[in-house]
T-cell receptor, first 117, second 110 residues
């Protein structure tokens, strides 16, 4: 079964440093997403990406964040100057059009645990 | 603010019993709903996807959707210790993205 692959699985970084989280979505999917889950809290939408541009972003996704699809396969989330409160699990997801039944079309990666110290 | 609300639990059920989870949502424009299971430190794993009013059954799981009342429920029959996890309800408002509830923690006791 096709998978969404995320690397690294765990990243520790010092406050103020830049981090890049990487994702390889499923090849025939068209929408790509980043979600965040702070420990003990709900999964929160950050950004969606379609046709090589951001289609929607949440208020969390401020100027410190950026996304890119540098080649035909990778999808990256960059945090320019990390803060302690950026510590969270970051999940990449991709979505198939037309919607795939019965699973509803969304596939999540296994996540990257980001720890900012 | 479009919200999805769940009781945080924990919902403690004996092995073999039925676990009943509820979820309400505020956005009447949401058409599709998802139940995910999440083990600690892991990514959400899809359990059920439902978009029509009524019941949908898949193995030991039954999802029920009532759009008029804006609630979605999940029943887990013959609960097993491996079902112990946090169950996330998510809606899909307009725009191909998911809005998640805070999750209900389920503990199945042998």
């Amino acid at each position: 079964e096709p998978e969404v692959t995320q690397t690294p699985s765990h990243q520790v970084t010092q406050m103020g440093q830049e981090v890049i989280l990487r994702c390889v979505p499923i090849s025939n999917h068209l929408y790509f997403y980043w979600y965040r889950q702070i420990l003990g809290q709900k999964v929160e939408f950050l950004v969606s990406f379609y046709n090589n541009e951001i289609s929607e972003k949440s208020e969390i996704f401020d100027d410190q964040f950026s996304v890119e699809r540098p080649d035909g396969s990778n999808f990256t989330l960059k945090i320019r100057s990390t803060k302690l409160e950026d510590s969270a699990m970051y999940f990449c997801a991709s979505y198939q059009l037309p919607r795939a039944f019965p699973d509803g079309g969304y596939t999540f990666g296994s996540g990257t645990r980001l720890t900012v110290v | 603010q479009k919200e999805v609300e769940q009781n945080s639990g924990p919902l403690s059920v004996p092995e073999g019993a039925i676990a009943s989870l509820n979820c309400t949502y505020s956005d009447r424009g949401s058409q599709s709903f998802f139940w995910y299971r999440q083990y600690s430190g892991k990514s959400p794993e899809l359990i059920m996807f439902i978009y029509s009013n009524g019941d949908k059954e898949d193995g030991r799981f039954t999802a029920q959707l009532n759009k008029a009342s804006q609630y979605v429920s999940l029943l887990i029959r013959d609960s097993q210790p491996s079902d112990s996890a946090t169950y996330l309800c998510a809606s899909e408002p307009a725009g191909n993205k998911l809005t998640f509830g805070g999750g209900t923690r389920v503990l199945v006791k042998p």
